[in-house]
């Protein structure tokens, strides 16, 4: 069921940027575009959602493409404490709520 | 603020045996979600509930089920215990409507010798 691709891994350097692409060509209309991240045995952690416009918080940005079949995650500036799997959800009107296969992001000092 | 609590925290069970794993979420909460995650695997969707309804359900095993009671906490019974059991649970909340995020539990560590 899961509705998004992601690179299996991606690398970043500290204080970088980092981008984490999203494919999700069948996304619906009224599909949002959820992103969350999961350290080594904790539950995953909320980080950013949009549905059209692009989207800023503390933690990222949310770039969606115009015509939302992609999306990209940012982490203006990657910390050790960013390291960790990267998922990006698309949650529908029931509620449906699929993990897929996150990009595992590693940083280096 | 009040997080979502999952108890216990750890759990120990021999084959064929049963366990129950307990969600409490954020108040005013009303849609709860299981997930399982198998060591290096992504979370597996299980089954959710919305408004004490089972809202959908997943790749949950006939020998599980789970409910959620009228204070919206939820139960996730295991039976017939299997090797292949072993594995995070987590327990996730939302509140009303499906444009929110969801907060995750801290998980419940499920071992089956």
């Known amino acids: 069921d899961a509705k998004t691709t992601q690179p299996n891994s991606m ?4 204080e970088e940027p980092v981008h984490l692409p999203c494919n999700h ?19 995953p952690e909320y980080v950013i959602h949009g549905l059209t416009s692009n989207v800023n918080n503390r933690m990222a940005s949310l770039a969606i493409a115009e015509d939302r079949k992609s999306s990209t995650l940012i982490l203006h500036r990657a910390t050790l404490r960013d390291a960790a799997v990267y998922y990006c959800i698309l949650r529908d009107t029931f509620n449906k709520f699929y993990f897929g296969s996150g990009t595992k992001l590693n940083v280096k000092p | 603020a009040a997080g979502v609590i999952q108890s216990p925290r750890h759990l120990i069970k021999e084959k064929r045996e ?3 794993l307990k969600c409490y979420p954020i108040p ?10 198998g060591p290096g695997q992504d979370p597996q969707f299980l089954i959710s509930f919305y408004e004490k309804m089972q809202s959908d359900k997943g790749s ?19 039976s017939s215990l299997e090797l292949g059991d072993s594995a995070l649970y987590f327990c996730a ?19 089956v010798l």
């Open chain 2, 18 to 20: 049963t366990a129950t």
């Open chain 2, 60 to 78: 949950i095993p006939d020998r599980f089920s789970a409910q959620q009671f009228s204070d919206y906490h939820s139960e996730l019974n295991m």
């Open chain 2, 93 to 111: 909340s939302s509140p009303q409507g499906y444009n929110g995020e969801l907060f995750f539990g801290e998980g419940s560590r499920l071992t």
């Open chain 2, 28 to 37: 005013r909460h009303d849609t709860v979600y299981w997930y399982q995650q």
């Open chain 1, 11 to 14: 690398e970043s350097n500290e």
């Open chain 1, 25 to 43: 060509s069948t996304i619906s209309g009224t599909d949002y575009i959820h992103w969350y991240r999961q350290l080594p045995s904790q539950g």
